[in-house]
Each structure stands twice: as C-alpha cells, then as structure tokens.
C-alpha cells in the first residue's frame, strides 16, 4: 500500500537507488542545494539512504534549504551526500555543521571530506562547531580528519556551550560538542 510518509515507493527512488549500486568512478562535484522541489526529494532519498538521519518531507527540506546553508555532493549528477550547516547569529560564533551524511554506497571514498571542505571555505573566518554521538566511529574519524586538513585544532566542548538547535540535534539527544579552532590555518 502506497505510504505517503515513506519515500521508498516514490517515482524515481528504485531507478536512483539502483545506480548508486553502480556508480562511476568520476570525480565528485560539490554544490549548493537549490530551493526546488528535486532538491528537497534528492535530500529526502539520501536521508531514507542514511541511518542516523530522519526523513524530512519535501516541504521541509526546501524550507531548510531556504533558511540555510546545504550543499550537496553529485556523482555524475546523482547526488550521493549533503551537508546542513548555520552560521551563528554574531561574527564571533562558529559555523556549526549540523548534518552531514554520505550514501552507503558512496562512502569512504572522501566524500564526507570533501563536502565539510566545502562549507569551511565559505565561512573561513569562522571556527567550526559539530556534535557527534560517542560511538559513531566513522563521524569522528571524518571530524578528526577535517580538522587536520584545515589545520584545525579539535577539541572537545561543554555540553552547555551551545544550543542543542545549533548543533542539529534535540534535547535529551546524547551528542558530544567539539569545536575547531582555525586560528592555525591562516599561518
Ligand atoms: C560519517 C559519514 C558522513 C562519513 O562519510 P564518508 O564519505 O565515508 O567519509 P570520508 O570518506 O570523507 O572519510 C573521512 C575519514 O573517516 C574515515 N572513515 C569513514 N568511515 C569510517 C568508518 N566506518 N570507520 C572508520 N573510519 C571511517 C575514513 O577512512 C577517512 O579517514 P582516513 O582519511 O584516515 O582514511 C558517513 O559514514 C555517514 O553518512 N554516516 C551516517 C550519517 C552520520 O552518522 N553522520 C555524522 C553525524 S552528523
């Protein structure tokens, strides 16, 4: 029976989860997400891809789109990953990445990298602030590598050091805050 909440049945999702099974080797492109609604659905398939990622409505992900920065990453124009990231309301807060998640299919082939990259360079004057759960191996792999290619310098943080909302996740959600300091990266 067709689920309206479920995207698994949408027209198009079976044809694009199936080339993901065969993806080329091209480069990935990294760009930003448009407020359309092929935007919005191509972030709701990665998100029904990803574990730890809720699925958002269309709706929802084009209002996100609107409201802040997602830059999407496209294999031979599939998109295979995307990040969600808000600058803090002052100069002096951080640019916080809020989510980013690649597809099964597309992992550990620098795309996390390559997308965190990405939103660094269009803030450079801004540390960088996410919250990851403990035991996500891969996401702090991924942070401690991103530090190290900016010349960052990854530290741990106070729970209370910034809201949950900035951070991507709800009360009550365990993640940890760690902050990168760039003061290193302009030497
Ligand atoms: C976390 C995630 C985005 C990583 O994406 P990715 O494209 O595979 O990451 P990269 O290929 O850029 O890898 C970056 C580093 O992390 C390492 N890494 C990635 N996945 C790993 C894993 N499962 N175990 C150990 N190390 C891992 C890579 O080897 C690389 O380190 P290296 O250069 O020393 O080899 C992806 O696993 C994902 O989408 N997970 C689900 C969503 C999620 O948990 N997001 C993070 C919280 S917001």
Same mark, same amino acid.
């Given at each position: 029976?067709? @689920?309206?909440?479920?995207? +698994?049945? $949408?027209?198009?999702?079976?044809?694009? %989860?199936?080339?993901?099974?065969?993806?080329?080797?091209? !480069? /990935? /492109?990294?760009? !930003?997400? $448009?407020?359309?609604?092929?935007?919005?659905?191509?972030?709701?398939?990665?998100? &029904?891809?990803?574990?730890?990622? @809720?699925?958002?409505?269309? !709706? +929802?992900?084009?209002? %996100?789109? $609107?409201?802040?920065?997602?830059?999407?990453?496209?294999?031979?124009? +599939?998109?295979?990953?995307?990040?969600? /990231?808000?600058? *803090?309301?002052? @100069?002096?807060?951080?640019?916080?990445?809020?989510?980013?998640?690649? /597809?099964? &299919?597309?992992?550990?082939?620098? =795309?996390?990298?390559?997308?965190?990259?990405?939103?660094?360079?269009?803030?450079?004057?801004?540390?960088?602030?996410?919250?990851?759960?403990?035991? @996500?191996?891969? &996401?702090?792999?991924?942070?401690?590598?991103?530090?190290?290619?900016?010349?960052?310098?990854?530290?741990?943080?106070?729970?209370?050091?910034?809201?949950?909302?900035?951070? *991507?996740?709800?009360?009550? $959600?365990?993640?940890?805050?760690?902050? =990168?300091?760039?003061?290193? !990266?302009?030497?």
């Amino acid at each position: 029976m067709f @689920n309206p909440s479920s995207p +698994y049945h $949408e027209p198009g999702f079976g044809a694009w %989860k199936q080339r993901l099974g065969a993806l080329p080797s091209s !480069e /990935v /492109v990294i760009r !930003e997400a $448009e407020q359309t609604a092929q935007d919005g659905r191509w972030m709701r398939w990665m998100q &029904a891809d990803c574990e730890s990622t @809720n699925i958002q409505s269309v !709706e +929802y992900n084009v209002s %996100k789109i $609107e409201q802040q920065l997602v830059l999407l990453a496209e294999i031979a124009d +599939y998109p295979v990953g995307f990040c969600c /990231v808000l600058a *803090g309301r002052t @100069n002096s807060d951080p640019l916080f990445i809020q989510l980013v998640a690649v /597809v099964p &299919a597309a992992r550990q082939r620098g =795309i996390g990298l390559a997308l965190l990259r990405a939103a660094a360079v269009r803030q450079p004057q801004r540390n960088i602030a996410m919250a990851t759960l403990d035991d @996500n191996v891969a &996401a702090r792999r991924l942070n401690d590598r991103f530090a190290q290619s900016i010349r960052g310098n990854i530290q741990r943080v106070p729970v209370r050091r910034f809201r949950p909302s900035d951070l *991507g996740f709800a009360q009550g $959600e365990h993640h940890h805050p760690w902050m =990168i300091d760039r003061q290193h !990266e302009a030497d």
